[in-house]
């Protein structure tokens, strides 16, 4: 059952719901800080137009740079912008920032304790026919395991307009994690975001597992909500758009109801959204869990639905990861 | 800057051999840091701090001063001296270098003690703060300037040629970096170990103005910061050739004593030839 207090985009569950890619919330988030911040600046590398900041490029020509190939450059320019107190966006592709640049990330952003803006694009599979080089699979993992470092992986082009925004306000670093291709729109404008609270998407009337998805895979965990339920089989999906700090609370609430859990991630099983849960309920609440995500091997070139069939990641594969789970209820 | 009179310039150079002191005491007690990089640039940061910055020892966040970005943070022992020396913070706790709970960690840390501006230590990545700071004043039409203080070993870091070739794209004349041009780093000389010149005619190849200077000549560098101020249309790079472990002979140019803390004895006799240097200063 669609949680109605989360005010869902309708179109969702019918034969053609919205799609767009999570990168054009940013794009459009950043031009909205550029015009009610003065203090937002914008450095990309080489990737103006990919990473969706050539808009606020030209209307605030003053405020954006342009690195050239160079993200290590590229992030510590900008710890040394926010230390003087600007509000610096980095944009390039999440294998080279993060994954490049991830020493100066740790020192001069971290330990430093600035708030600089980190925008991880083509993330995931979803970055389809540039193959393994370019899909970014293990940088939540880099991210959250730095102290000072706040992670946001957005489910839709409307969350990702929100927790930009929210960026600015956080103290020290920021990590948004972006997709190239378009996705379906889940949410809307009126749908609350908080960052570090959980959003609880669908409670079935007696669920008997707790799905815990980020990013791309919280359509597929409502896709496969739907199904199960049809089939009388009822189940939560809660939306972790923050991965760190991540919501404790919300997560012992749900494993204390349902007794057993799966995590949905378009990123490795190691370090991702599933280790950042078992963290949480190893030490509160242990139950049984079932990790959907990547096993522990690159990806490849093809069609974004292709890859995610191939690896694991589809609807038919939470739903046999929730038929797995259940039985293990001691 | 005023004028550099005789008296200021003997005053400088009895500030530097302090500052050797200084440096001396504290890697004693620490019992581990880097003692040739911070004694060689002795003079450096005493012209810097008590002739050429814009600063206020006792309100170290005055929002006029000029940035001093310490790239190469292991030398950090010769900062901590000398902000201790211009009044920052007392000069007895100089010798909780490095130990638990000290202001004085082992590499630069950010508002850990007052006058560290920024976070630093791995090599090359100094300078890319410096652009982003200078950047940052420019835009907010400030006149302070942002030194950034670097080693030559840390030219083999390909960050810090990134940041070479920003500034220079940039024309970033708020920008002086000051290379401590002393030939050594851990594992032995940098032209045995990767080779850096020619180290002139690489920044000029990226669009900066160089000045060669002896970087144990206050004069001659105090100069090399007037240029440096005085030139629009370029960051300027201030090779200053110094010689590592400068006023202890024992240390002098050998690179073992690169990334190693004199012990009691050792310390003792530093001490003594530094209080006895040259003629600058009157003897013990």
């Not at chain 1, 189940?235 to 349902?258: E, F, G, L, M, R």
């Amino acid at each position: 059952m669609i949680n109605e207090t989360q005010k869902l985009d309708i179109k969702l569950f019918s034969q053609n719901p919205d799609m767009a890619p999570t990168r054009d919330g940013f794009g459009d988030a950043l031009v909205e800080l550029g015009k009610e911040n003065v203090r937002v600046v914008a450095l990309t590398a080489d990737l103006k137009e990919s990473t969706r900041v050539e808009a606020f490029s030209k209307q605030f020509p003053e405020r954006f740079f342009e690195v050239g190939v160079a993200e290590q450059n590229l992030v510590t320019i900008a710890a040394g912008l926010a230390v003087m107190g600007k509000i610096p966006f980095i944009t390039s592709y999440a294998t080279f920032s993060p994954g490049r640049n991830w020493e100066q990330i740790r020192t001069t952003v971290c330990y430093n304790n600035v708030n600089v803006n980190i925008a991880g694009h083509h993330a995931g599979l979803m970055t389809g026919p540039d193959g393994a080089t370019h899909q970014a699979l293990e940088d939540i993992a880099l991210m959250r395991t730095l102290p000072n470092m706040t992670v946001f992986v957005p489910c839709d082009k409307e969350e990702a307009r929100k927790a930009t925004k929210a960026m600015t306000h956080i103290v020290g670093g920021g990590y948004i994690r972006l997709s190239r291709d378009a996705s379906p729109v889940i949410t809307t404008d009126e749908t609350p975001f908080v960052p570090g609270k959980a959003n609880v998407l669908w409670e079935s009337k007696r669920p008997k597992v707790t799905i815990f998805a980020c990013g791309t895979m919280v359509s597929r965990a409502l896709f496969a909500a739907e199904e199960l339920e049809k089939e009388g089989f009822g189940s939560v999906v809660i939306n972790i758009h923050t991965i760190k700090p991540i919501d404790s609370k919300t997560i012992i609430t749900y494993a204390k109801k349902t007794k057993c859990v799966v995590t949905a991630e378009e990123h490795q099983i190691a370090g991702g959204l599933g280790s950042a849960v078992a963290e949480v309920l190893a030490q509160n609440f242990p139950v049984p869990q079932e990790f959907v995500g990547i096993k522990d091997v690159f990806g490849e070139s093809g069609k974004p639905n292709e890859l995610f069939e191939k690896h694991g990641l589809g609807v038919k594969d939470i739903k046999e990861a929730v038929k797995e789970v259940v039985v293990r209820i001691k | 800057m005023e004028r550099l009179t005789e008296k200021k310039l003997a005053h400088l150079y009895a500030n530097a051999n302090r500052i050797r002191e200084l440096i001396i005491e504290s890697l004693l007690h620490a019992g581990s840091g880097h003692s040739a990089g911070p004694l060689g640039m002795a003079d450096i940061f005493s012209s810097l701090y008590f002739h050429i910055l814009n600063h206020n020892p006792k309100n170290a966040l005055w929002d006029e001063r000029d940035r001093v970005v310490l790239s190469n943070g292991h030398i950090c022992p010769v900062q901590y001296a000398t902000l201790a020396l211009a009044g920052y913070f007392p000069i007895k706790e100089l010798l909780t270098l490095r130990k638990i709970d000290s202001r004085l960690q082992g590499h630069p840390h950010r508002n850990s003690v007052p006058g560290i501006e920024t976070t630093s230590g791995p090599l090359g990545s100094g300078l890319s703060q410096s652009i982003g700071m200078a950047l940052a004043l420019s835009l907010d039409k400030k006149k302070n300037r942002v030194y950034c203080m670097m080693s030559d070993g840390e030219h083999q870091e390909g960050n810090t040629w990134e940041a070479v070739m920003f500034a220079g794209k940039t024309k970033l004349s708020n920008l002086t970096a000051i290379i401590d041009r002393n030939n050594i780093q851990i594992d032995g000389f940098t032209e045995d170990t990767m080779p850096l010149e020619p180290f002139r005619k690489k920044y000029e190849a990226f669009g900066w103005n160089v000045i060669d200077v002896d970087g144990h000549n206050i004069e001659e560098f105090v100069y090399s910061v007037l240029e440096a101020q005085a030139v629009y249309e370029k960051p300027t790079a201030i090779l200053a050739h110094t010689i590592p472990g400068k006023g202890v002979t024992f240390m002098e140019r050998n690179y073992l004593w690169h990334g190693k803390a004199p012990n009691k004895e050792e310390a003792e006799r530093a001490i003594k030839e530094i209080r006895s240097l040259g003629n600058k200063i009157s003897h013990e």
